[in-house]
């Protein structure tokens, strides 16, 4: 009983090997057998959470906006998603004429697969990881890269200008906001001195990192909510705009694929964000009890996807041209100006033999007030510019 | 046959037979699909090289940036007709025939050389280290710090060239200014 | 044990695939296919002999970091060129792009 409580996967894992040799495979074959049946374990959790997380998410905005939200389908409304997945499974699903079949039904598998991938780099709890490879941030810049190109095919192959028109811009805006979001990224790595994600989560065993580096936390989030085409970033899809983007032409469970990627990929994020910034499975006796490590990683993930949640029900929409003006003029100056200022502040806070802690965070308070100090200043040229011409445009405005 | 010797080969198939289709298919939307699964091929086979980093980054730059680029560019200089007219030069046939005589004197040599029929020889040092060792490599004084550097001042005049290049004309853009 | 021939022989093939490609197509587009196809292999060669002949020398894989940064600011320029030549002949096959002036 207590090497289930102090090491639960470590047993799971030698119980199962215990069996499959009992049953005649060779050592190698069983570990390949065991290796899959975790993939396909995590594939599965995914999956059902992300139809958890639409109920979540229709319960959270109901109480934003003063009302109940689902509570007719079982107690709570918790059988929702079900009923959900069946409206979608026994609607007609319709190609479109002209429409390139093979390349249409793919889209929808490729933009799932590229975010349940994402979990594989995950660290759940203490030596629980789907796959510790020691460039697990990259992986997650790759993996998320392959997500646009899913948007891309499915644009395409409607066949419908809209469509086409929609998949530009949802790709134009995610390729822009992967700058700062892969900027914002090395942070970590900097401070923790590796790419990998479960040694960027031991780091942070005495402090974690939004502490160290809080600016580089918000760039993050907010570029990985562009990333995930969630509000105030989801222009493209919104169904009042451009008549729902790339996805017009899907029905029935294709578009309920598109609809729940979409979902877990707002709540991998949060995930990503406890992992990198948060600590993770870090927490009180977490490395005695690897169990209430993946109760601390579940809960920040909770806090963080509430954040989301929140700043989506609050935020009215973005134009394109506010997107791009925010992410080139304002995101990306800043994340490397963060890169540099963490960079130099770190090295400098060890040589001196400073606290790291008291360093960086003054080095990140400098730098707020340097950016509120040169938002004001353009502010008041702009505001002199107008006085002066009493031209509009020219003074920067967005009309 | 080990079990690695098969995925090399079923991962060789399936490259060259994607690849193949890239140079043949007629409509260039499948042949920009085809040549992403020739990309992702060619990563798995940096993960069986031992260069895990180079994989992940052959992700993130051909099939995340440069596929999606191609694209793009496919679909933005489409004509309707454009499927239907011949893809292929008028000697094509000399094309192919320079190819497979250049892949065929490789394939002699290369099989010939005896030297080249080793198997792997273990990898020094630390693997787990290897990020690390590169990254000195790219920015270390007595290592290849120039070639990085210049590398890029190469990727901003890329950037910089590219988008004097793709701007409307002038015309295009004082109508818009003016609208 | 996989021998080193195999993965030059395969480079080897993947080259000469995206040299047809290259040297046949009439699209423009479609030869930036081929060409990006024959960087991969060249990619491949030097990662393959980093391997297997050296693999103490870290010079293997910064060359092939490089030949990236190379090839993906060659297909952006080239691409960006396709774009703007479409905008002035409407057309983006090779052969018809021959005349400077007209």
């Known amino acids: ?101 093979i390349v249409y039904n793919i889209a929808p598998v490729v933009m799932v697969m590229s975010v349940i991938g994402l979990w594989a780099v995950i660290p759940l709890a203490p030596r629980l990881i789907g796959s510790d490879i020691n460039v697990g941030v990259l992986y997650i810049v790759s993996v998320g890269g392959i997500g646009t190109l899913s948007i891309m095919m499915a644009g ?15 790709v134009a805006q995610l390729v822009s906001y992967e700058v700062p979001m892969v900027l914002a990224l090395l942070i970590p790595t900097l401070l923790a001195g590796s790419m990998g994600m479960a040694t960027i989560v031991e780091q942070q065993a005495n ?39 790339y996805n017009i032409e899907y029905g029935g469970l294709k578009f309920g694929m598109f609809y729940v990627g979409e979902f877990l ?122 006085e002066r011409t009493g031209d509009k445009q020219a003074a920067g405005a967005h009309a | 046959m080990s079990a690695l010797q098969w995925v090399f080969l079923l991962i060789a198939a399936t490259t060259l037979v994607a690849a193949i289709m890239v140079v043949v298919g007629p409509n260039l939307v499948h042949a920009a699909m085809w040549l992403i699964l020739a990309l992702a091929g060619v990563a798995v086979f940096f993960v069986l090289l031992d260069a895990g980093f180079l994989a992940v980054v052959q992700v993130a730059v051909y099939i995340g940036a440069i596929a999606i680029l191609i694209i793009f560019a496919i679909m933005l200089t489409r004509h309707l007709t454009a499927d239907t007219e011949p893809q292929v030069t008028r000697s094509w046939w000399l094309a192919a025939l320079a190819s497979m005589v250049l892949f065929g004197g490789l394939l002699t040599m290369l099989t010939q050389i005896p030297t080249l029929t080793v198997g792997a020889p273990p ?28 590398a890029s001042v190469l990727l901003l005049a890329a950037l910089i060239g590219s988008i004097v290049i793709a701007l409307p004309p002038k015309a295009a853009r004082a109508d818009e200014a003016e609208s | 044990m996989i021998p080193l021939s195999w993965y030059l022989v395969f480079a080897a093939a993947l080259f000469c695939i ?59 320029v080239g691409l960006a060129l396709i774009i703007s030549i479409y905008r002035r002949r409407s057309t983006v096959v090779a052969e018809d792009i021959d005349m400077l002036r007209w």
């Open chain 1, 156 to 170: 395409w192959a409607s066949n419908n200008k809209y469509a086409l028109l929609g998949a530009f811009r949802t």
């Open chain 1, 207 to 245: 402090v974690p990192y939004i502490v160290l580096a809080p600016i580089a936390a918000l760039i993050f989030f907010i570029s990985s909510m562009a990333e995930a085409g969630k509000a105030p970033f989801d222009l493209l899809e919104a169904e009042s705009e451009i008549v729902a983007g």
């Open chain 1, 265 to 386: 990929h707002g709540f991998t994020i949060a995930a990503l964000t406890a992992v990198l910034f948060l600590g993770g499975w870090q927490g009180p006796l977490a490395e005695s009890y690897p169990l209430l490590g993946l109760i601390y990683f579940l809960a920040k993930t909770s806090v963080v996807y509430f954040g989301v949640m929140w700043v989506r029900f609050s935020f009215p929409r973005l134009r394109i041209d506010q997107l791009n003006t925010f992410n080139w003029k304002f995101l990306t100056p800043l994340s490397l100006a963060v890169i540099v200022v963490t960079a130099v502040a770190d090295k400098w806070a060890v040589q001196a033999g400073l606290s790291r802690v008291g360093v960086l965070l003054g080095a990140n308070a400098l730098l707020v007030l340097a950016i509120v100090w040169l938002i004001g200043a353009y502010a008041r040229s702009a505001r002199r510019r107008l």
């Open chain 3, 18 to 76: 995206g040299l047809y490609g290259a040297l046949a197509r009439r699209n423009s587009v479609a030869i930036i296919m081929g060409i990006e196809l024959m960087l991969n292999a060249v990619n491949i060669n030097l990662v393959a002999f980093w391997r297997y002949l050296s693999p103490a020398f870290i010079a293997g894989q910064a060359f092939a970091i490089i030949v990236f940064a190379v090839a993906a600011s060659e297909a952006a």
């Open chain 1, 1 to 101: 009983m207590g090497v289930v409580l102090t090491d639960p996967f470590g047993w799971i894992g030698q119980t199962l090997l215990e069996l499959l040799t009992r049953l005649g495979l060779q050592v190698g074959a069983a570990n390949l057998v065991i290796n899959l049946l975790g993939a396909v374990v995590l594939g599965t959790i995914c999956m059902t959470l992300g139809a958890l997380i639409t109920w979540v998410e229709r319960k959270v905005v109901a109480r934003f906006q003063d009302r109940l939200g689902p509570n007719r389908v079982g107690p709570f409304g918790l059988l929702q998603p079900i009923a959900d997945g069946i409206k979608l499974l026994t609607k007609e699903t319709v190609t479109p004429t002209g429409a390139d079949t």
């Open chain 2, 123 to 150: 990898l020094p040092g630390n693997p787990e280290n290897n990020v690390r060792d590169l990254g000195q490599a790219l920015v270390s004084l007595d290592q290849y710090v120039l070639p990085f550097e210049t």
